[in-house]
């Protein structure tokens, strides 16, 4: 996956599969910019990304004389080379949910109709499972379109030719069988995916493509700079000022514990003391504004008998059960009240 400029890809369509209409495009957003990706699928069916969907067939002659030429082999998408086209092109999911299969429909229906509900779960079909998968596909023109696909999975007929080994373990998994297939049915639907393809369109690769806010202008960026300090403010606090007072530097000048420049011309700080040796010492500070003395409250909670200061709470319990504020070794053998 790389990206790759509007300009080239318009200059040679040819070498490109394309899975967004560039040509449409005709006008884009000063504040937005597009991002074009190409993403190449591997043809190893080791990587698992294409697989078989017809296999080669040579040329022959039916019975009835017609001539049937050769047909070469024709690959499709897995669901591995989906997900990267999906991500490439900035397709996110909205949501998945079970919905009814259709054998419960018809028995919804006939519920509905008849007046009266029947026990459900009594049937071999309730084993069927169905998926309804929304997807959100960004468009070039600024948009952003969504896609709805569903898919239902009929156990008895999928596993009537498994062994009952393969069949309990389908069951266990078929619930996110039944999702990824409805997601990847959403995926080839927006993105518009054909079927099966000849392994030399492999060759060239797959261009896609959303667009994203143009860091380039000016109020698109202060916004994101914004955005970007205050995500950074709710999640670690605020930083007082511009966060630049938070550096140590010198009395005058710069910090040179931070740079690596000749301080020639960096005034020292003995100079600065001695320039200023004539001028007015600075006025007192008002009485109001003046370091106010912290009060002494540690002899608040003290024993009336040797003195040692107490907690507050030793103190009320002693207050209330002795009549006298004492210490924990002074209460033994005191008179209760």
């Excluded at 967004?20 to 005709?26: D, F, G, K, L, R």
């Excluded at 999911?93 to 509905?112: A, D, G, H, W």
């Excluded at 710069?254 to 320039?275: L, M, N």
Aim: proline fraction near 5%.
């Amino acid at each position: 996956m790389e990206n790759t400029s509007l300009a080239t890809i318009l200059e040679h369509p040819e070498e490109y599969t394309m899975l967004i209409p560039i040509e449409t495009v005709s006008h884009i957003p000063e504040i937005m910019a597009p991002t074009i990706k190409s993403v190449r699928i591997s043809t190893d069916l080791n990587d698992k990304e294409i697989y078989v969907q017809e296999k080669a067939q040579e040329a022959y002659t039916d019975r009835t004389g017609k001539y049937h030429p050769a047909t070469p082999a024709r690959y499709s998408l897995t669901k591995k080379a989906l997900t990267k086209l999906a991500e490439a092109a900035g397709i996110k999911q909205v949501s998945s949910e079970p919905v009814l299969p259709t054998i419960c429909q018809k028995c919804v229906s006939v519920n509905k109709h008849a007046g009266r509900v029947l026990q459900c779960g009594n049937c071999k079909s309730n084993q069927d499972v169905r998926y309804k998968v929304t997807i959100a596909f960004p468009q070039l023109t600024g948009e952003t379109l969504y896609f709805v696909d569903h898919h239902e999975i009929d156990v008895g007929t999928v596993t009537d030719s498994m062994t009952d080994k393969q069949k309990n373990e389908f069951l266990k998994h078929r619930a996110q069988i039944c999702e990824a297939k409805a997601m990847n049915g959403a995926i080839r639907t927006a993105l518009q995916i054909k079927g099966s393809y000849l392994i030399e369109e492999f060759q060239k690769p797959f261009v896609v493509g959303y667009l994203v806010p143009n860091l380039d202008n000016d109020a698109v960026k202060r916004v994101a700079i914004e955005s970007m300090f205050q995500s950074r403010n709710n999640l670690f606090g605020h930083a007082p000022g511009n966060g630049m007072d938070a550096l140590p530097v010198n009395k005058v000048g710069i910090d040179r514990g931070h740079y690596d420049q000749d301080y020639d011309d960096v005034v020292d700080v003995q100079e600065a003391e001695d320039s200023m040796a004539g001028c007015p010492a600075p006025a007192d500070p008002e009485p109001q504004e003046a370091e106010q003395e912290i009060e002494d409250r540690t002899m608040d909670f003290m024993c009336d008998k040797c003195r040692a200061v107490i907690s507050r709470k030793v103190w009320e319990y002693s207050r209330d059960k002795y009549g006298r504020p004492l210490c924990m070794k002074c209460q033994r053998g005191a008179e209760r009240i």
